[in-house]
Nanobody
């Protein structure tokens, strides 16, 4: 199982970024793919996830209305479109896979496999 996150960068407040999570080595439709983030000195938090077989999604309250998660099942890739970025969105962002997981909440310990992080930095 492999997950490769990309798309992070430095952006001004109010700007946008699109993160990608390319996956391989497992049956994509059997998994929930989630995005987590961790800022220095803070706990890892769930941002958004998607159940790839039917497109059901979950968003943390802090990103609702600003972020959109989607999946391209032909490419086994999940995207996180981040708009109206705020300095508090600055963090290392990770994608992870949860076999037959829930989309009603996000708990890091439920996720079986993790990609490396991609840094998102939002300047004020």
């Amino acid at each position: 199982v492999q997950l490769q996150a990309s798309g992070g960068g430095l952006v001004q407040a109010g700007g946008s970024l699109r993160l990608s999570c390319a996956t391989s080595g497992f049956t994509f439709d059997d998994y929930v793919i989630g995005w987590f983030r961790q800022a220095p000195g803070k706990v890892r938090e769930g941002v958004s996830c998607i159940r790839t077989r039917d497109g059901i999604t979950y968003y943390a309250d802090s990103v609702k209305g600003r972020f959109t998660i989607s999946s391209d099942n032909a490419k086994n890739t999940v995207y996180l479109q981040m708009n109206s970025l705020k300095p508090e969105d600055t963090a290392l962002h990770y994608c992870a896979a949860d076999f037959d997981g829930s989309v009603w909440f996000m708990k890091a310990y439920e996720y079986d496999s993790w990609g490396q992080g991609t840094q998102v930095t939002v300047s004020s």
